[in-house]
C-alpha cells in the first residue's frame, strides 16, 4: 500500500460523515429551513460516543457485532476503491466481486443483529431490508459488470482507469444507463428518500432505521459511520465511473473529484426534496427498473 | 455528434420504460410528448451535416405536434371524461417493464440480423425503433382506459418514426406528411371517442365495452 493510498483511504473515512451533511442541507434549502450545520453528522457521532450503551437481557454477542461489522466492511470496501487520481491500496481481478460482497456482509451483520434482538418489529424490518436488498444487489452487480464489460477489465482500478476511453470510444450511452441503475441503487442501500425516509423514527413503514432501534451510544454512532461510508462508497463509485478524467495533475483530478461527489450529494438532495416516498409495494418495481436499466446498459456493451 | 444522439437514443429507450412502470396517465401523456420531441431532434441531429427544408418541416412538425398539440388534446381528453388517473393495466408493471427489457434485447438481436442499408445514423436507432413499436404495442393491448390505448398508438407511431429516420432518410415528404396527418386525425378522433366513451358509459375502461348489447 503507497502513502497517497493509504492516506486517501482514512481521509475519506473522516470525510465520509460531511457527506451526509451536505445532501441534508441540500434538502433543507428547498424545504426552506436553514437546516443543521454540514458538520452535525460529527457532533451526532461525537454525542453517542460519550454516552454508554444499554443491552438487553435478551440479547447475545450477536447484537454487539452487528456495529462493528458496518464500519469494518466499509473500510475493507474502501480499500479496494480507488479514489480521484489515488490509486486502490489494494487491487486484483474481479475485486467488484468482493467489494459487492463485502457490502452485503455488512448488511448480514445488521440484519442478524437486529434479529437477535427478538423483537418482531426489529424482525419486520430485516425481511424488508433483506428483500430490498436481494433486488437491489443484483442491479449494483450487472452494472459494474456493464462497466467491466465496456472497459474490458476485472479490477475497479482497471476499470476505473480505463473508463475515459471507452467513454471517448462511445461507450457514454452504456455509462448514462447504469449511472441511472447505480443512483437507485444508491438511494435505495443507503435507505434514501424513495424507497426509505432516514428521518422518519418509528413509523411502521420504515426500513433501515428500525432495526437499529435497540442500538445506543457507540454501537449507533458505529452504525451511523458505517452508513455513512456506505453512501460514501455508492457515491465514489458512481463519480468514479462518471467522471473519469485524468489530466495528469493530481491537484486538479482531486478537484475533479471532490466537485463530482459535491454535485452527486445535491443531486441526491434534490432527488429527495422532489419526489415522495413511494408506497412500499412500489418499491421492488423502482428496483426492478434500476435492473432494467442495468440489463440494458449490459445489452448494449456485449453488442 | 454520434454520441449526443446515442444518448438520445438512450432516452428514448428510457423513456418506453417509464411509460411501462408508470401508473399515472397524466404522466404517460407527458412521458409520450417527451419521446415525440425527443425524436424530432433525433431527426435533427441525425441529417446535421445537410439539414434541408425538407428534415426541417418533419422534424419541427413533428416536435409541434407531438410535444404541443397531441399532449393539450389528451390532456383536454382527459378532464373531460373525468376519469381516475391510474392506468389500470392487465398485465402487471414489472411484469411490462421486463416484457419491456426483453423487447429491446431482442430488438438488438434481430437488428443485428437485418439486411438494413449501410447508411443507417447509428446502431443503435434500429434496435430502439424496434422496440418502441413493440412498447407502443404492448401499451395498446394491455391497458384498460381508452386513453392509455391512445398512448399506446401514438408510442408505435413514434417507433415508426424513428424507423424511418434511423433508415429511410430518404422517404418522400409526402408520405412522412400523410403519416403526421393520420396520426394527428386520429388523435383527434379519439379524444372525442373518448369523451363520448365516458358520457356514455361513465368509464373509459374498455372492458365494460366487450360486454355491450344491442
Redesign the interface.
Known sequence: MSVSAGLTLVLSAVVSPLYLGVIQRTKSFFAGRAGPPIAQTYFDLFKLLRKGAVYSGTTTWVFRLGPIAGPAAGLAALSLLPQGPAAAPWSFPGDFLVLIYLLAAARFFTLISALDTGSSFEGMGASREAAFSALAEPVLLLSIAAAARSTGQTSLSGIFAGAGAALSR?A??VF??LA?ALVIVLLAENSRIPVDDPSTHLELTMIHEVMVLDHSGPDLALILWGGSLKLWILGALIVGLLLPIRTGHPWIDWLVFAGGMFVLALVIGVIESSIARLRMNRV??FL??GG??A??AL??AM? | MVTALEILIVFLVFSNLRLLGLSRLNASIRTVAAQGVVLGIIALLANAHHITWRILTIACAGIVLKGVVFPVLLYRALRAAKVRREVEPYLGYLPSVLAGVGAFLISLWVAARLPLPEATVSTLMVPAALSTMFVGLLLTVTRKKALSQALGYLVFENGIYAFGVGVALEAPVLVEMGILLDVFVAVFVMGIAVFHISREFDSIDTTKLATLKE
Do not use: H, M, T
Request: glycine share 12%.
Open positions: 462511445g457514454a450511452p448514462l444507463l441511472v421492488p418495481q426492478v427498473g432494467a436499466f440489463v440494458v445489452a448494449l453488442r
